[in-house]
């Protein structure tokens, strides 16, 4: 059981998990925030695991704070932050970056993402942190590598019968009370509100009067909560691939199939073939493979229905990941089901020794907590109907997501749609891609909205992908930069194509 809307898909479509690092070494240049915070200690980045330390200038510290936000003098939990410092004389700030998930690691992912952003990494230092509950910044892990494998081989994603259902439900409440166990008190302590509180610190000891902040998919939404709780702390904020905030569990289940059947139907659209056969033939496909896994090339490890599908989510989320899509289908189509497994392996974070990452674990626990909206099996049931009218391949999976994701979650979420409205804010960028697949573009127009008239900007990319700066648009990138640079603001509705 996954949700689709995920850093993991990001990071390993452009194989950008990289470095992770902790705060050591001494400082030369600490800062004191406005808040009378103590100086960030920022030294030398170590190696995480596996993977170096990024070299060149990126340095890395450790920002304590609050573990419950309403007892600021109580306990406290370590942030792990990085960052390189601007390049050129005529440096503008920080600019923090959050690349969504939730639960993806900024640490690792910043140096990586850096020469993406080059332009900007001349007037701002770039900076980005693991937020709470994530990696370095109290990581949790709620299930070990070999049960994780075993539950991929063993519970279905699409629950057929009454057995299956139980085992699909039994699986859901057995990985909660892994977080649970593995969290402890921090599990009621990682909403969205309460990192967009660690946002505003980060900012404070940064020496900045306000945030300059780039957030990417989940990130969108971190950013819309921020502007709500500190609407005069905003300096310049671009979203980008925009999560709708008007939707809640349900509503953001149906967004994102309606999201990748159009990303599916654009893809065979471009291979020549029909959108609607082709998307019945990858239906059937995937009920071969859910009433016979197919054999792969991994150590006697099979395709399962949910690996398959998840297998092609993969390459929906680049164009550059179509061809990888052809292969891996005709591949499948020929009994053999090694390609999508590669796939699959890479969304989910797995390594060749069988070691799994724990984005999804760090994901759920955040968003578990957020949704308030928890369906019954029972109203699962009579959505299905509707999820698999929006998409042949991916409703079941989606619409089902709706009852496992936090079944029988041991403790109950807070909203049932974020707040983001920011009256007084300075203009925000909400960048929408019309191709997004996984935040669709309907959202970047609701989240405008939401943040109030004279505040949210939209613009739009004609393009496919998830996300639209840095992805080929000279019109995007050179809007986006011209605002977050010299605070040049597009008129509301701009469209590149």
């Not at 759920?364 to 019954?376: A, E, G, N």
């Not at 109907?385 to 709706?402: H, K, M, N, R, Y």
């Not at 191709?435 to 008239?453: H, Q, S, V, W």
């Amino acid at each position: 059981m996954t949700r689709f809307t995920r850093w993991a898909a990001l990071a390993a479509a452009a194989a950008l998990l990289t470095a992770g690092c902790t705060g050591g070494g001494s400082s030369d240049d600490g800062k004191k925030g406005d808040d009378g915070a103590s100086a960030l200690d920022w030294g030398r980045c170590e190696a995480s695991g596996d993977e170096p330390a990024p070299g060149g200038d990126w340095q890395c510290a450790t920002l304590q704070v609050p573990l419950d936000w309403s007892e600021p003098d109580g306990s406290t939990i370590g942030l792990a932050l990085i960052r390189a410092k601007a390049t050129g004389d005529d440096r503008l700030g920080s600019l923090l970056f959050n690349f969504g998930g939730p639960g993806g690691s900024g640490v690792s992912m910043m140096p990586s993402y850096a020469p993406a952003v080059s332009a900007l990494h001349e007037r701002y230092d770039l900076v980005s942190w693991d937020p709470r509950g994530v990696a370095a910044s109290e990581g949790v892990r709620c299930r070990d590598d070999e049960d994780i494998q075993a539950a991929e081989s063993t519970v279905d994603g699409t629950p057929d019968t009454p057995a299956e259902e139980r085992a699909y439900l039994r699986d859901a409440a057995g990985f909660g009370k892994g977080c649970k166990e593995s969290a402890g008190e921090l599990l009621a302590h990682v909403s969205t509100t309460d990192t967009a509180r660690d946002m505003d610190r980060i900012r404070q000891v940064l020496g900045d009067d306000k945030l300059n902040y780039f957030g990417i998919s989940y990130g969108t939404e971190l950013g819309g909560v921020y502007a709500h709780l500190f609407p005069g702390k905003v300096g310049r904020l671009t979203l980008d691939a925009v999560v709708d905030p008007t939707a809640d569990t349900v509503g953001h289940a149906k967004n994102q199939t309606r999201g990748f059947q159009t990303a599916l139907g654009n893809y065979l659209k471009s291979t020549g073939r029909d959108p609607e056969r082709g998307s019945r033939e990858i239906a059937e496909l995937l009920d071969r493979i859910d009433a016979e896994p197919l054999p792969t090339s991994s150590s006697g490890r099979k395709l399962t229905q949910s690996l398959a599908l998840t297998g092609i989510v993969l390459p929906l989320y680049s164009k550059d990941g179509w061809p990888a899509l052809t292969s891996a289908l005709d591949a499948a189509e020929d009994g053999d089901g090694s390609e999508l497994l590669a796939l699959a392996d890479g969304y989910n974070e797995r390594d060749a020794s069988g070691r799994y990452g724990t984005t999804t674990h760090s994901q759920r626990v955040i968003s578990c907590l957020d949704d308030k909206q928890r369906p019954t099996v029972e109203e699962t049931k009579k959505l299905l109907p509707e999820f698999e009218e929006i998409s042949p391949v991916f409703g079941a999976f989606l619409g089902w997501d709706t009852a496992g994701w936090c079944h029988g979650w041991p403790v109950p979420g807070q909203f049932d749609t974020p707040e983001v409205s920011a009256p007084g804010a300075a203009p925000i960028l909400v960048v929408g891609n019309t191709g997004d697949p996984a935040t669709p573009y309907e959202g970047a127009r609701k989240m405008a909205d939401e943040l109030g008239e004279g505040v949210g900007v939209v613009l739009t990319w004609r393009g496919e992908g998830h996300g639209a700066y840095g992805s080929g648009s000279d019109c995007v990138d050179s809007t986006v930069n011209a605002y977050l640079l010299d605070g040049t603001v597009p008129e509301d509705g701009k469209v590149c194509s």
